[in-house]
């Protein structure tokens, strides 16, 4: 099932979409906190984004810069200022389509598959994981924090996501070394040690500090 986050401040269009797109087993979220839209977007990790340009305190061109800063994901325009001008304007900021209202509902579902079988046919369904501001894209090898960009080599990707994916629960020992191996790479004690070390100042370079913690004896987690 995928996910489709809604950023349309007039209730009424929102709602209208979001029940329209759950009736075709979409999981839909819409926009609450218009000043803080990333926030949201960060903790629903949706698989598109429709996207209004109107929007209080930030219009939407901002926020698909913001979302383009962490994330690849589909955005779709959807909007009433449908001039070539602003067209050109949503593709330029990071925009993969646009469409003007007032639209037909069943075009909007019909453009929401095409956008998402382009993007994910091949690739699969990517996840972001994020915490404490930092935002790991498994699907690009990268990790983004207040702005800062760090990729990730195979074994770093491997460690950061299982201990994201289970954040502030440690992870044993076994269980990473099990994770690495399975996928093609040979690691004892002595290798998990040095790449998780490796990491760890990697992380510092960027600002988290602290970011994996050590529980003696038992394995490791994001605190």
């Known amino acids: 099932m995928y996910r489709i986050f809604i950023v349309e401040d007039d209730e009424i269009i929102a709602r209208s979409i979001k029940r329209h797109l759950e009736s075709w087993d979409y999981e839909v979220a819409c926009a609450k906190d218009f000043s803080n839209v990333m926030a949201e977007f960060l903790a629903f990790a949706p698989q598109l984004v429709l996207l209004d340009i109107k929007l209080p305190f930030y219009n939407g061109y901002h926020w698909c810069s913001e979302i383009r800063r962490v994330s690849k994901v589909p955005v779709m325009f959807v909007s009433s200022a449908a001039d070539n001008m602003n067209i050109v304007m949503a593709v330029n ?128 987690y994001i605190g």
Not at 176 to 201: A, G, H, I
Request: hydrophobic share 40%.
């Open 93 to 220: 900021m990071g925009g993969d389509d646009f469409i003007a209202k007032p639209f037909d509902l069943d075009v909007l579902t019909v453009k929401i598959q095409a956008l998402l079988r382009r993007s994910y046919d091949f690739t699969g369904q990517g996840n972001l994981l994020a915490h404490r501001g930092a935002v790991l894209n498994p699907a690009e090898a990268v990790l983004t924090y207040q702005g800062k960009r760090m990729e990730l080599t195979k074994n770093e990707l491997r460690i950061l996501q299982v201990l994201m994916e289970n954040k502030e629960k440690v992870v044993t020992r076994d269980t990473l070394m099990m994770k690495l191996w399975e996928n093609d790479s040979y690691v004892d004690e002595n290798t998990l040690s040095v790449n998780v070390n490796r990491l760890r100042k990697k992380l510092e370079t960027v600002g988290l500090t602290d970011f994996i913690l050590t529980r003696k004896g038992l394995g490791y």
